[in-house]
T-cell receptor
Framework: AQSVTQLDSQVPVFEEAPVELRCNYSSSVSVYLFWYVQYPNQGLQLLLKYLSGSTLVESINGFEAEFNKSQTSFHLRKPSVHISDTAEYFC?????????????FGTGTRLKVLA | NAGVTQTPKFQVLKTGQSMTLQCAQDMNHNSMYWYRQDPGMGLRLIYYSASEGTTDKGEVPNGYNVSRLNKREFSLRLESAAPSQTSVYFCASMKMTGAVYNSPLHFGNGTRLTVT
């Protein structure tokens, strides 16, 4: 069965410093990969997604993630974080096999940006 | 555009009581989902409805039932609440393109349920 691992449950980082949130998934023939962000007392919102094509995908607020098939990873990065980036981030995978019905979520990483 | 709306936002139940969590989406999505979120466990799928008229079990369906009332609405019922069902419940919807799930999920803001 497909699985997603986010090894870091919490990541503290100072404002304007770079950050990397790690995500690894179990191998599959083809996968679709997503990062979602959850702000306090809200639902999850799509941050970015990899479906096919370029392995580097970007969000509108400066985050980027790189699909690495050989390492089965989809790490999320931002070169300079802001206080407003404080949130919980979830990696998710959807198996690309036709008819597969569900997304598998990681356990989440809490990013805390310190002033 | 409201997106996915969940009611109520908060609820406290006593063990053994029943309740229904309501979810409605106005994006004309065909697939709808119920997840629960618990600390350190991420999101776990309870039930889903791939299209109007169909429902299927997810990872943790025990103690829950669902109804896909129409294309817009998907409700989750707890028949006899237990403390283990204390959680935050999220409804989500998705526009399925063909038979492959590569569209993003759209989430509601959640229902925070406490069972004492």
């Amino acid at each position: 069965a497909q699985s997603v691992t986010q090894l870091d449950s919490q990541v503290p980082v100072f404002e304007e410093a770079p950050v990397e949130l790690r995500c690894n998934y179990s191998s599959s023939v083809s996968v679709y990969l997503f990062w979602y962000v959850q702000y306090p007392n809200q639902g999850l919102q799509l941050l970015l997604k990899y479906l096919s094509g370029s392995t580097l995908v970007e969000s509108i607020n400066g985050f980027e993630a790189e699909f690495n098939k050989s390492q089965t990873s989809f790490h999320l990065r931002k070169p300079s974080v802001h206080i407003s980036d404080t949130a919980e981030y979830f990696c998710a995978v959807s198996d690309g096999t036709s008819g597969t019905y569900k997304y598998i979520f990681g356990t989440g990483t809490r990013l805390k940006v310190l002033a | 555009n409201a997106g996915v709306t969940q009611t109520p936002k908060f609820q406290v139940l006593k063990t053994g009581q029943s309740m229904t969590l309501q979810c409605a989406q106005d994006m004309n999505h065909n697939s709808m989902y119920w997840y629960r979120q618990d600390p350190g466990m991420g999101l776990r799928l309870i039930y889903y409805s791939a299209s109007e008229g169909t429902t299927d079990k997810g990872e943790v369906p025990n103690g829950y039932n669902v109804s896909r009332l129409n294309k817009r609405e998907f409700s989750l019922r707890l028949e006899s609440a237990a403390p283990s069902q204390t959680s935050v419940y999220f409804c989500a919807s998705m526009k399925m393109t063909g038979a492959v799930y590569n569209s993003p999920l759209h989430f509601g803001n959640g229902t925070r349920l406490t069972v004492t």
